[in-house]
């Protein structure tokens, strides 16, 4: 019997192990602030979409550093070699289907999309679609605020839960920050409404990638950049509960110990696909690390382990794992850098098209992983430089691998690596790839013609794919390019971005067919356009069945006789009849027994095994099921396997305290409310639980409800608790039944912190509120309203009590009479109080709506020198009864409540002059001070030709000065320039390397 192999040996063998590997435990244990239950989108008068204005997911941060012809490879890729000669020999079918779902003015339009057993769900920056199958609309493109309820800051993916049979829509959130995810509560997402949550992150969690494994969905985040070592960028969010649709629904954060990245970055979780899950636990994250970044010392593909305790989220962890680097003979040397780091990277044809974005520094989505009978498999890509020519990085490819691991739990290694572009000389890049059930691999991409030397060809930007069979030779994509859409024109939307994603997802109706998605430009309506191709690369098989489920048992308290069922699938094109098939338990004896029905090409079918499995013998039981048929042609796809647990007749637990939450506005009198769960075999009711609060008395109650096996409840105590002063609190939580088999699972702790309060409100109805807000240095325009609060601190704004009056500058989305007014304090004192005398701005009409209206305030000589809270707040006074606007605390109806922080100094006059200062070794250190300047300013460096090899994003820090530490030791002697400023204005200065 072929099965996946548990040999504990192979640790020992693991290529690319370092001796010692940073573990850290979890950074952040939270849960959703709330959780929505959205009607059906069927007969509702849906919110039209609204192009989108203003920045667009600007990767919010610097690239890496980039150190100056300092990585290899210093010639031609050494694996393009490899793919010229494959020459794709194979012929590639056209698309059986192409529609188009949506388009949009702005670029990048953020494609995404994914094929359910009857639905394709598309969305785009703010918006989303639903067709049938064959490309027909059954939900227009509409705004996202029809299924996440007054919010639509978009970069959304979508991705189909095949082993839930559910559709997920995700974006982010900056009100406060953190995303969005939301669970259609069936399959059929047009009639059966949707579960909507919202995930609080801290810093803002830019360039999110939402993958699929068995104990959550995971989540990676191009966030807190140089600080990504200590503080949280990768999440998991509790699965199971959200699809249950629990009320609050748990996270766990983690960092990612040893990523040696400085700047932009997006590392990626495997996503399972295929139809069986992987066992809970080892889930991996895996980034890219390129020699050209300062502190990498060479190529590297840098994997991480995460294991996931939900019972004691304390002590989930994540550990750095794989490193397959050159030196180790796992990869062979790529440059992935281009342009010094910029997101300007590739020339569009004719005069008046600009550089747009390769999407360096990205892992492309999804990293898609899938379960075979002897070994795991998991496939990803990424854009490399593929230019040869002095002074130009013009043209792109992407360098793609398949790692393999062989068995659950074992390590990672790469199987295959390979360099593809497209042919004539074009540029590809923004690749997406999958696998289908024989193991066959499809990539849809990008291309674009990049010069006009005569080698190159002249084309806009297209969507093509390739492939290559399971057989074919090892690092190449033998199937010759077929094209989904050509592009006609430049991108018209004055950007210089691209795409942002691609997604290609594989068809569950036959998990063979693959649908992709991306961004090309047309030349009438809408210029950028998001279309959709659909293909296959698998032959016609005759002969493969296999077994894709096993179905019954489930989690139980077992006897000695368990009836196993499975669900066996015809792959093949002639029908099957008396099939073999078999099934262990623990890997033990075999039991045979025949399949006697037929099954039809495509078609499945359920087989229950006469022969009973004594499933008493421990805590679990691996089940593994697989088909034997003679002659079929793919065994590694004829089995599945399922981990069972044998549960305690008795055994109940309680998973997360549900209230209150940290934050502000905590009261004398906050209620107690917990999750309880029966992770036992039998129903339970009369369970008592209990509460302390920092060690105090218990509070004891009983929950009279009945919870049935593998269920969950929430109970709210009637004994209530003070948290009023400002204070980190800790709670003990858990049951006491009396007849509990397991206490490991009884008793959690968790703390509350009562912090700042955070007043919410309604800002939505009427548009009151703060939509702009324009103080000294700081511009925060186009501001959501999310739920009426917004923590803006992370902009500080600058402040000289040696000015005599400041004019503070804002818009409201609504004014009628003088019933909408602002306040506006600042927390002198630092108490996170703000008292009447700290009231700088009281109560004044807003008496314009959607129209700049300016209110003007002083310090005065006795302001207190430094950094301090500012709060500000706008709204309706007749309906909140003219007090609720200057209660700092006080829930308005209508209106907003924002928070920034001021830096307050006395004549200062910072010297704005942009200076190179020679440091040794070959180091400059670069300085501006500029309290009028934006935040953050774009630094390049050109050599005298004008080649861009460096750019980076700079940031302001609290006294207005931009510094940045230059590393030149790897070029040539010379002069050099280096700019520093916005797209529009900046400052420039010279300097020479000797």
């Keep these: 019997m072929r099965r996946i192999f548990f040999l504990s040996f192979l640790f020992l063998c693991a290529i690319g192990f370092s001796q010692e590997k940073k573990v850290s435990y979890a950074t952040m244990i939270s849960s959703s602030s709330y959780m929505k239950e959205v009607e059906p989108l069927v007969g509702k008068k849906l919110i039209p979409e609204e192009p989108r204005e203003g920045e667009v997911n600007p990767k919010r941060t610097s690239a890496n550093k980039i150190v100056p012809n300092k990585g290899l490879p210093k010639g031609p890729d050494a694996l393009l070699l490899k793919q010229k000669k494959a020459s794709n020999t194979r012929i590639s079918s056209t698309p059986s289907l192409v529609f188009e779902t949506n388009s949009s003015t702005v670029s990048p339009s953020d494609p995404t999309g994914a094929i ?126 959200m699809l249950a649709g629990v009320d609050t629904a748990q996270m766990i954060g983690f960092p990612l110990p040893g990523a040696r990245i400085g700047g932009f970055y997006s590392p990626a979780s495997f996503n399972a696909t295929g139809s069986t899950l992987p066992p809970e636990g080892d889930a991996r994250i895996i980034y890219f690390q390129d020699d050209d970044w300062e502190g990498v010392s060479q190529d590297a593909l840098k994997l991480w382990t995460i294991n996931v305790d939900w019972i004691n989220p304390e002590q989930s962890t994540i550990t750095e794992a794989e490193e397959l680097t050159v030196s180790n003979g796992n990869i062979t040397p790529f440059d992935s850098t281009f342009d010094g780091g910029s997101f300007a990277n590739l020339p569009q044809p004719g005069s008046d098209g600009q550089d747009i974005d390769v999407l360096q520094g990205a892992v492309m989505f999804a990293t898609n992983y899938r379960r075979f009978c002897s070994y795991n498999s998991v496939v990803l890509n990424f854009a490399i430089d593929i230019d040869t020519r002095q002074d130009s990085d013009d043209i792109s490819a992407i360098r793609w691998y398949e790692l393999r691991q062989n068995g659950d739990n074992q390590p990672w290694s790469v199987y295959q690596e390979g360099t593809y572009t497209s042919p004539g000389g074009k540029s590809a890049w923004c690749g997406s790839m999958a696998m289908d059930i024989f193991g066959n691999i499809g990539m849809g991409y990008t291309t674009m013609g990049t010069t006009n030397d005569g080698a190159n060809q002249d084309s806009f930007a297209s969507i093509r794919y390739t492939g290559r069979l399971a057989e074919d030779p090892l690092g190449t994509m033998t199937f010759a390019e077929q094209t989904i859409a050509v592009g006609t024109d430049v991108d018209r939307t004055t950007r210089n971005r691209y795409g942002d994603y691609a997604q290609i997802t594989v068809d569950p109706s036959d998990d063979q067919t693959f649908w992709h998605i991306a961004e090309y430009f047309e030349s009438s309506g809408n210029n950028a356009r998001n279309i959709v191709g659909v293909f296959k690369i698998a032959e016609n098989i005759a002969n493969d069945v296999g077994v894709v489920s096993i179905d019954a048992p489930d989690d139980a308290t077992f006897t000695t006789s368990e009836v196993i069922t499975v669900t066996i699938k015809n792959f093949g094109t002639t029908t099957q009849s008396n099939i073999p098939i078999s099934y262990a338990v623990n890997e033990g004896t075999a039991v045979n027994e025949i399949f006697t029905g037929s099954i039809a090409s495509g078609q499945t079918a359920s087989f229950t095994f006469n022969t009973t499995a004594d499933l008493t013998g421990g805590t679990a039981s691996l089940i593994t099921a697989e088909t034997n048929l003679v002659g079929d042609v793919i065994p590694e796809n004829d089995c599945a396997s399922k981990k069972v647990a044998n549960l305690l007749p008795n055994d109940v637990g309680v998973i997360s305290l549900v ?34 609060l920092d060690g105090g008395a218990s509070v004891n109650e009983i929950f009279t409800g009945t919870i049935g096996v593998g269920e969950s409840a929430q109970y709210t105590f009637i004994a209530t608790a003070d948290l009023s002063e400002f204070a980190s609190y800790t709670f003990q939580i858990g049951t006491e039944l009396t007849t509990d088999e397991d206490a490991n699972n009884d008793v959690i702790s968790r703390v509350i912190e009562h912090r700042l309060c955070s007043p919410t409100s309604d800002c939505i109805r009427f548009g009151d509120g703060l939509s702009s807000f324009e103080l000294s240095n700081v511009s925060n325009r186009n501001i959501e309203c999310g739920d009426g609060y917004a923590d803006f601190t992370n902009m500080v704004i600058n402040l000289d009590r040696s000015i005599g009056v400041y004019t503070l500058t804002v818009q409201a989305g609504f004014a009628e009479g003088d019933a909408e007014r602002l306040s506006l304090w600042i927390d002198y004192d630092d108490d996170t109080v703000f008292e009447d005398e700290e009231l700088i701005i009281d109560n004044q009409v807003i008496a314009e709506e959607n129209v700049n209206q300016t209110f003007l305030f002083s310090l005065g000589d006795e302001a207190p020198l430094g950094t301090h809270l500012l709060r500000v707040r706008a709204g309706d006074t007749n309906t909140n009864n003219g007090a609720d606007l200057n209660e700092p605390c006080g829930s308005m109806q209508f209106g907003t409540t924002h928070d920034y922080k001021v830096e307050i100094g006395e004549n200062t006059n910072p010297n704005a002059d942009l200076t190179v200062f020679s440091q040794p070794n070959k180091q400059f250190l670069i300085t501006m001070s500029d309290p009028n300047a934006d935040d953050i300013l774009r630094l390049s460096v050109f050599t005298i030709t004008g080649k861009t090899i460096v750019s980076n994003l700079v940031e302001k820090d609290a006294n207005s000065r931009f510094t940045y530490l230059l590393d030149m030791s790897y070029v040539s002697s010379g002069i050099y320039f280096v700019r520093l400023g916005s797209n529009k204005t900046g400052k420039s200065a010279k300097f020479s390397v000797n």
């Excluded at 506005?665 to 302390?692: C, K, M």
């Design 659 to 692: 209230s209150p939450n940290s934050g502000g506005g905590l009261t004398a009198a906050e209620s107690i409310t917990i999750t309880i769960r029966n992770y036992g075999g039998s129903p339970q009711s009369n369970i008592p639980v209990f509460y302390t």
């Design 116 to 241: 359910g057993p009857n639905h394709y769900i598309s969305a785009k920056n703010s918006a989303f679609a639903i067709h049938d199958r064959n490309g027909n609309v059954l939900v227009p493109s509409t705004s996202l605020t029809n299924i996440f309820p007054g919010e639509s800051l978009g970069d959304p993916i979508v991705f189909y839960d095949n082993f839930a049979d559910r559709f997920v829509i995700t974006q982010f959130s900056e009100t406060p920050n953190g995303f969005l995810v939301a669970i259609s509560r069936g399959p059929d997402p047009v009639n059966d409404g949707w579960f909507t949550y919202r995930f609080n992150t801290g810093s803002f969690p830019d360039y999110t990638k939402f993958s699929i494994w068995s104990d959550g969905y995971y989540v990676t985040a191009n966030k807190d950049q140089g600080q990504q070592m200590a503080s949280e960028v990768v999440y998991v969010i509790d699965r199971e509960q």
